[in-house]
C-alpha cells in the first residue's frame, strides 16, 4: 500500500463546475497535509495546508480532511481553463517528519 | 532569499561526466528536500535533510547519486558516470521541519 495515494486522472470537469479531487493517507499519526499545484513544465506550488478535521476555505478552493477515515480532498468551486494541472496530495507524520507526495492527480477543464 | 534557488536551471552534459546541481534554501529553513521528475511523471523522492539528524537518502537510485548540506544551509547534488536515463528535472524544496514545502525553479539535466 502506498503512503499516499490520489487517482491519476485525468479528472475533466467543465467550466464553471466543481472539481473534486482525492487523497488517502495509510500513516494513522499523519498530522498535516498539504495541495500542491503543477503546472506542465513548472514546479508544484502550495495552493492549500490543513492540519485539524474539517473543512478550510480559501477563495474557490476547499481543503477537506477527515482523519478518522485517513481521507483529504480538495474542491475547486467554478473550475476556470486556467485550474487545468496536475494537483498533488502531500502529508508529513507526526514529529514533523518528511513529507510524503502521492503521484499526483490530472486536471482538466475545459471551456 | 525570497524563495529556494537552484543552478544551474539547464545542465547538458555527456555520458560518463560528473554533474553537481546546488541548491538554496529559504534562509530559516530545517529541511531540504531533493525530487527527481521524469517527463510526465510523478515527485521521486530522492533525500531529504532535517536540522543535524543523519539524512534520510532512502530514495537515492544508485550509489552513483550524493548530496551533502554543509552548514545546514546549501546543498549539493551530485551524480557521477552520469547515464541516459539520469536526465530529468531535479527539484529541491525547503520547509521549517515537515511543515509547507516550497520548491525551487529545478534545474533540467540532459545527458547525451
Known amino acids: 500500500q502506498k503512503e499516499v495515494e490520489q487517482n491519476s486522472g485525468p479528472l475533466s470537469v467543465p467550466e464553471g463546475a466543481i472539481a473534486s479531487l482525492n487523497c488517502t493517507y495509510s500513516d494513522r499519526v499523519s498530522q498535516s497535509f498539504f495541495w500542491y499545484r503543477q503546472y506542465s513544465g513548472k514546479s508544484p506550488e502550495l495552493i492549500m495546508s490543513?492540519?485539524?478535521?474539517g473543512d478550510k476555505e480559501d477563495g474557490r478552493f476547499t481543503a477537506q480532511l477527515n482523519k478518522a477515515s485517513q481521507y483529504v480532498s480538495l474542491l475547486i468551486r467554478d473550475s476556470q481553463p486556467s485550474d487545468s494541472a496536475t494537483y498533488l496530495c502531500a502529508v508529513s507524520r507526526v514529529g514533523f517528519q518528511k513529507l510524503v507526495f502521492g503521484t499526483g492527480t490530472r486536471l482538466l477543464v475545459s471551456p | 532569499g525570497a524563495g529556494v534557488s537552484q543552478s544551474p536551471s539547464n545542465k547538458v552534459t555527456e555520458k560518463g561526466k560528473d554533474v553537481e546541481l546546488r541548491c538554496d534554501p529559504i534562509?530559516?529553513?530545517?529541511?531540504l528536500y531533493w525530487y527527481r521528475q521524469s517527463l510526465g511523471q510523478g515527485l521521486e523522492f530522492l533525500i531529504y535533510f532535517q536540522g543535524n539528524s543523519a539524512p534520510d537518502k532512502s530514495g537515492l537510485p544508485s550509489d552513483r547519486f550524493s548530496a551533502e548540506r554543509t552548514g545546514g544551509s546549501v546543498s549539493t547534488l551530485t551524480i557521477q558516470r552520469t547515464q541516459q536515463e539520469d536526465s530529468a528535472v531535479y527539484l529541491c524544496a525547503s520547509s521549517f521541519f515537515g511543515g509547507e514545502a516550497f520548491f525551487g525553479q529545478g534545474t533540467r539535466l540532459t545527458v547525451v
Open positions: 534562509s530559516g529553513h530545517t529541511a
Open positions: 490543513i492540519y485539524s478535521n
